[in-house]
């Protein structure tokens, strides 16, 4: 009877200790998806770490970190990925993240960011995308875009629940100013439809619903490259385009906070950065194994628009209600 409880305490340990340890990760659907970078990150991490990760993949970041803040404390999550510096002040005046305690001043970025709770790992740049075969008459400003024919439209997403779309919001406010309300009232006969995030948005381009879509100067890489498709161009605006730079955090709640950590320092490595680029069709901030796809060789890489953190925090409440009012929907 000894001899048996023996056994089945010993079969037991060694069941609990050959249990991997999981690692969640909230994130946006486009990176968690098949097709996005998650899957071969995850491989990677896993293999290097003899771990488990387990990406849980919102409609945004933003629907990511208010459902981590719904959840609180009990949280599963042990990673936010996917916000960007717009919305890091938001995330850290939750109190839910804890620092990183990483280095990362030596990142390659077209804007210097540091900061004691998020770190960066890929960046783009907003634009208009189109096609060539259906848009000859290419807008290059706001002001041309705001006087193309009555029939052109455009597909854009919500700044309360996404990134680009309040990316976009951003860009018209470091463009007009005080007069940004004005120029929205005139752009928004040519707004077809206002989408919770980028991929329903991204979706009814393709699907021929509306002549641009707001997204990245990166996106026409996907084309080239997956689909062989060189007639998916971003519209290069003269006035700059506002930039986006992803960034992730840990969470205070977690319990696996030294390995979070290594996954944070994993985001600079030579094998994430090899991933980024046709894995979430943008720049990674530290430099690969390898060069990027020559398919970047032929993108547009404009001057960086961005608004300092602090202050989009202290206008953004602001800057959305004078949307709200000047498209009235």
């Known amino acids: 009877m000894f001899k048996q409880i023996t056994i089945f305490s010993l079969l037991t340990l060694t069941l609990f200790a050959s249990e991997k340890p999981l690692l969640t990760i909230y994130t946006y659907d486009a990176f968690s998806a098949s097709w996005g970078a998650a899957p071969k990150i995850k491989q990677a991490f896993e293999k290097e770490h003899e771990c488990e990760v387990k990406f849980v993949g919102l409609s945004s970041s933003i629907v990511a970190l208010r459902k981590i803040q719904l959840e609180g404390k009990k949280t599963k999550a042990d990673i936010l990925l996917g916000i960007d510096t717009n919305i890091a002040q938001v995330a850290k005046k939750t109190g839910l993240f804890v620092p990183h305690e990483l280095n990362n001043t030596k990142l390659d970025l077209p804007f210097a960011y540091e900061d004691d709770i998020f770190v960066p790992f890929d960046y783009s740049y907003c634009a208009f995308v189109y096609s060539e075969k259906s848009v000859k008459n290419v807008p290059h400003s706001f002001e041309e875009l705001a006087f193309m024919p009555k029939d052109f439209k455009i597909v854009i997403q919500d700044p309360r629940s996404s990134t680009a779309g309040l990316g976009l919001l951003l860009w018209v406010k470091s463009v007009y100013g005080d007069k940004a309300g004005e120029y929205w009232k005139r752009l928004a006969p040519y707004i077809l439809t206002i989408t919770k995030g980028w991929s329903e948005a991204y979706g009814l381009f393709l699907k021929g619903e509306a002549d641009m879509v707001l997204s990245y100067t990166t996106s026409p890489a996907y084309h080239i490259i997956d689909e062989n498709r060189t007639d998916i161009k971003s519209a290069p605006f003269k006035e700059g385009h506002y930039g986006q730079i992803e960034v992730a955090g840990i969470l205070k709640s977690s319990k696996q906070k030294a390995l979070a950590k ?63 009012e000047a498209i009235k929907r």
């Open 262 to 324: 290594k996954f944070l320092a994993f985001m600079h490595s030579e094998t994430f950065a090899d991933i980024i680029p046709t894995g979430n069709w943008s720049y990674p901030v530290s430099k690969g194994s390898k060069p990027l796809p020559k398919a970047f060789d032929t993108l547009h890489k404009p001057k960086m628009l961005l608004m300092d953190g602090e202050v989009v925090e202290a206008q953004r409440k602001a800057i959305i209600n004078e949307w709200l």
